[in-house]
């Protein structure tokens, strides 16, 4: 089976089109480090549901250099994927690499073969504990130097090893970071998965409309045009979902008395919305006319 993975870096994806193109699943990184979300995971992921990609799994890139940061991160990667935990069928995997140890050294840490082993096994074991499947991600270099795989049989490996030999020791090989996809601009790693996947990925129960629509409010569709085509081609009623969303705001609007010398700008500052979204919301016509005692919707 055929799996690319992707991060931010692939800029925009059409699913649709990786999936015609013979692409069977997708890792997608979730984030990095002390619990920085990957700027397009929630797009990458949603949109991957939505285009019905059979195989879905994430990785963590690290900067642990302790066993204690290596599972806090396991728990930040479980922060930013637990709502799409249903559709997640291939493991979560840890990725510490070389930037990783040269951000140790910067720290003061020489992080030797014992500990990275030991930070892999701790992410992987707080991931099993959170109902994932876990795996690791390492190259030939890591494998023979740095990481004892013999302390790690109990999860997933994924071997990247740039070869046109098939490696049939590991569950994912990565052979490729030149791989061509219709829907990609660019180049893309490119994965067989060697191991036994499942041949029913979890359906994932589908939620409700009310659940959805806090997933609107909480920014989680997009907004507009994005947030309709994305719930539509996701199988949900848009029109139904936005009502939910436009009752709850409705019921939970904040006003601001204007006092001298504020301006627009700084009222959408402080309450973290936009000046085009107040004017809208108050009918402003000049956004650099507001006057002292008036009352405006801010949320």
């Not at 997708?26 to 397009?40: C, F, L, P, Q, T």
């Not at 041949?199 to 959805?212: L, Q, R, V, Y």
């Not at 107040?278 to 801010?298: C, E, F, H, M, T």
Request: net charge positive; glycine share 8%; charged share 30%.
């Amino acid at each position: 089976m055929k799996i690319i993975d992707v991060s931010t870096w692939q800029g925009e994806i059409n699913f649709k089109k990786v999936k015609a193109d013979g692409i069977d699943g997708v890792v997608i990184r979730a984030g990095y480090g002390k619990g920085n979300v990957d700027g397009r995971f929630r797009r990458y992921i949603q949109d991957a549901i939505a285009a019905d990609i059979k195989y879905i799994g994430v990785y963590w890139f690290s900067y642990a250099y302790t066993a204690d940061m290596a599972r806090r991160e396991a728990q930040y990667c479980n922060d930013v994927i637990s709502d799409y935990k249903d559709h997640i069928n291939l493991p979560v995997f840890f990725d510490w690499e070389y930037d990783s140890m040269d951000y140790a050294k910067k720290q003061g840490v020489t992080c030797k073969r014992s500990l990275i082993t030991e930070m892999n096994k701790t992410f992987c074991q707080r991931v099993k504990e959170l109902g994932y499947d876990a795996g690791y991600y390492l190259n030939l270099d890591y494998q023979n130097n740095y990481i004892d795989v013999s302390k790690l049989t109990a999860y997933k490996k994924w071997l990247a090893y740039w070869t046109s030999v098939r490696q049939n020791d590991c569950y994912l090989w990565q052979y490729s970071d030149k791989g061509r996809v219709s829907g990609i601009s660019g180049n893309v790693d490119m994965n067989e998965l060697i191991g036994k996947a499942s041949d029913d990925p979890k359906p994932g129960k589908k939620k409700t409309n009310a659940e959805i629509a806090k997933e609107v409010i909480a920014g989680k569709w997009g907004n507009g045009d994005e947030r309709e085509r994305r719930l539509t081609e996701a199988g949900y009623d848009y029109e139904a979902i936005q009502s939910l969303v436009n009752k709850a705001l409705a019921s939970d609007k904040v006003y601001y008395t204007v006092k001298s010398g504020d301006t627009l700008s700084e009222i959408a500052q402080k309450y973290g919305t936009t000046v085009n979204q107040l004017a809208s919301w108050n009918d402003i016509k000049n956004i650099n006319l507001i006057y002292p005692g008036q009352k405006l919707r801010v949320k």
